[in-house]
């Protein structure tokens, strides 16, 4: 009968032992801290860009990211803008924010989040535009 309980025992502390450990990770990734997303990796925030979020891989955006929009003045902005405005490739709503110093540096809230250019057709010709969701 000690044997069993001794094996029972031993088996509620692995039990136990995994949860801390599984705890002490989630903490851990928590308190991470957040990352810096350079949009279109080497390329910048230009022409093809409309599948970055998830390629070459799939980038798990968190709360409290920066993405970071490098692109010249010229031939580019960002607008954020909502689901409609990133279909239709315009600024919707009215008041959507335009970024336009080149080197745009913006906290991801959790959600849906659409950007597009706003310079010409280059959204909806050239898919100068993302949507990305964030956890939190």
Request: hydrophobic letters at 40%; charged letters at 20%.
């Amino acid at each position: 009968m000690a044997r069993g309980s001794s094996s029972r025992k031993l088996a509620e502390h692995g039990l136990l032992l995994v949860f801390l450990m599984l705890l002490q990770g989630g903490v851990e990734q928590a308190a991470a801290k957040p990352r810096e997303w350079y949009v279109g990796d080497q390329k910048g925030w230009t022409f093809g860009v409309e599948g970055w979020p998830n390629l070459p891989t799939f980038k798990p955006f968190r709360e409290g990211d920066v993405l970071v929009f490098k692109y010249d003045r010229a031939a580019q902005n960002v607008m954020q803008v909502d689901d409609f405005g990133f279909g239709t490739c315009t600024r919707h709503p009215a008041n959507a924010t335009v970024y336009d110093s080149g080197n745009d540096r913006i906290r991801l809230s959790r959600g849906l989040i659409n950007f597009i250019s706003g310079v010409s057709d280059n959204c909806y010709k050239g898919g100068v535009k993302i949507s990305l969701t964030v956890r939190p």
